[in-house]
């Protein structure tokens, strides 16, 4: 559609200004206490149990309901956020999870706070698909790679902020205080984020010119104008989005024109969840299992964990210069080559210095993948249904990976865990390797572009093929 595209080069043309930023800190914000009320379970969970409200069976209940919730959560935000539009989603979920986190800090018993956190993992799932959607939508295409790594920074300091606060108010005032703080945050970003404009770029594909128009020239004014053009206008008229006409459906990521992106983005979220979850959760238990005593590892742990922040902004320095796909497949092999060293390190300097560098290299790879690469992948009317299926398929794989983990570690040790590890970033190296397109500086219209012109040339050779046979 031109409109489409046209409203696209609009917002790719604007510099970069308050607006922007402002956006950024909105979205953030949200992010930012959802990411937060992931991290307080574990002391919310220990209090619990020190207290006698708890079980250990009951607190497995309740980290697997959080999971459940997400996982629906990340769905449903496809489905409404494509339908319905960005703003409504955004609104709706942080709306539930704000709620739920009240009703938590004032749950009777773990049974009813089981079931509030079923609810909060729902608007916990949907925001982080449409957190990183919308931004990808209204960034600049220079800029875009950059400001999801800064986004991916912002909410992985959740969890010094939430590991603080608990230390500081679980001993003293109780569990509760701590979905009272996520919940009341929630809500207060809630009430900001209703100044945040539609996607002009949804609205257009919806067909809704006028507002999309009325959006753009608002955000042109607030950015100092209308940026000059930089290109002829006939380019940017012949790079649409496909399904311009309809409002896409879900059968259509596994049509031909997109099977190989949302294999690539199923891959790049599975594989992060799985490396994530199978290093960075488990990384004080196999120190203590190495011989460690308990203080001793949560010492390496947290000089260790140091590596992720280091590795958010090492993601924002190559972002825009590697490029996503190329640098998914980087750092999946750097990431591998220190796997490969991790079991054969026998001092404390040696496994920190390695623990340090995965840590670094799976933050990187986290920046690449779920803040930029996937909803870059997807045309403005399946972005978010293809970004919530990658992070749904994802979701329910990292349910199983604590079992693969404890099963590899108990038959073959930390060696059978990294072997798990450096498996899945191979794998991961390659299928985006192969399969992947470079997302790097280009406008998301000429990404989906690209979609639509590789299908049409496939079915040329199959075509040229059928006749050469007949």
Same mark, same amino acid.
């Given at each position: ?116 956190? !079923? ?5 916990? $799932?949907?925001? &982080? +698909?449409?957190? %990183? @959607?919308?931004?990808?939508? *209204?960034?600049? =295409? ?16 959740? !969890? ?5 606060? $608990?230390?500081? &108010? +679980?001993?003293? %005032? @109780?569990?509760?205080?701590? *979905?009272?703080? =996520? ?23 919806? $067909? ?39 409002? $896409? ?222």
């Amino acid at each position: 559609m031109q409109m489409e595209a046209g409203i696209g080069a609009r917002l790719d043309r604007l510099p970069l200004s308050g607006f922007h930023w402002r956006l950024l800190g909105l979205i953030a914000a949200g992010m930012y206490f959802d990411s937060f009320d992931i991290y307080i379970a574990g002391t919310v969970l220990a209090a619990m149990i020190h207290s006698g409200e708890s079980t250990l069976g009951l607190n497995a209940t309740f980290v697997s309901v959080t999971f459940i919730g997400m996982m629906t959560g990340a769905w449903l935000s496809g489905l409404l956020g494509d339908r319905f539009g960005r703003r409504f989603c955004y609104q709706f979920n942080l709306g539930i999870y704000g709620f739920a986190s009240i009703a938590a800090a004032l749950a009777p018993s773990i049974y009813w706070l089981i079931f509030f956190r !079923l609810v909060m993992g729902v608007g916990m $799932g949907a925001e &982080i +698909v449409v957190g %990183y @959607g919308t931004l990808s939508e *209204f960034i600049p =295409a220079d800029w875009r790679g950059r400001f999801g790594t800064i986004l991916n920074l912002i909410i992985n300091t959740s !969890l010094f902020l939430s590991t603080f606060l $608990g230390w500081l &108010i +679980v001993p003293q %005032y @109780g569990w509760r205080w701590m *979905f009272a703080i =996520a919940g009341c945050g929630a809500l207060f970003v809630w009430f900001l984020r209703k100044s945040m404009p539609e996607s002009p770029r949804w609205l257009a594909s919806r $067909g809704r010119n006028d507002e999309a128009t009325a959006i753009v020239e608002r955000i042109e004014t607030a950015c100092g104008g209308a940026a000059p053009r930089t290109q002829p206008s006939a380019p940017e008229t012949s790079t649409r989005e496909f399904y311009a006409n309809d409002t $896409g459906r879900l059968g259509d990521l596994f049509s031909r024109r997109l099977l190989t992106r949302t294999i690539t983005a199923i891959t790049v979220l599975v594989a992060l969840f799985t490396v994530n979850y199978a290093f960075v959760s488990w990384i004080p238990t196999f120190l203590v299992k190495q011989g460690h005593s308990v203080s001793n590892s949560l010492g390496l742990t947290a000089v260790m964990f140091a590596g992720g922040p280091i590795g958010s902004l090492i993601a924002f320095l190559l972002a825009e210069r590697v490029g996503r796909k190329w640098g998914i497949v980087l750092f999946s092999l750097i990431c591998a080559a220190f796997g490969v060293a991790y079991p054969f390190a026998q001092s404390a300097v040696a496994i920190t210095a390695l623990g340090f560098a995965i840590t670094s290299c799976i933050y990187v790879l986290s920046s690449f993948s779920v803040a930029t690469y996937v909803p870059e992948l997807f045309p403005t009317e399946l972005r978010l249904r293809g970004s919530g299926l990658a992070n749904t398929v994802g979701r329910a794989v990292s349910i199983g990976v604590p079992y693969a983990v404890a099963a590899s570690f108990t038959r073959f040790g930390i060696a059978g865990v990294l072997t798990l590890i450096v498996g899945t970033l191979l794998i991961q190296a390659l299928i985006v390797g192969v399969l992947g397109a470079e997302t790097k500086q280009r406008s998301l219209e000429s990404i989906a572009a690209d979609a639509d012109a590789d299908t049409a040339g496939a079915q040329a050779i199959e075509r040229g093929a059928t006749a050469a046979v007949k």
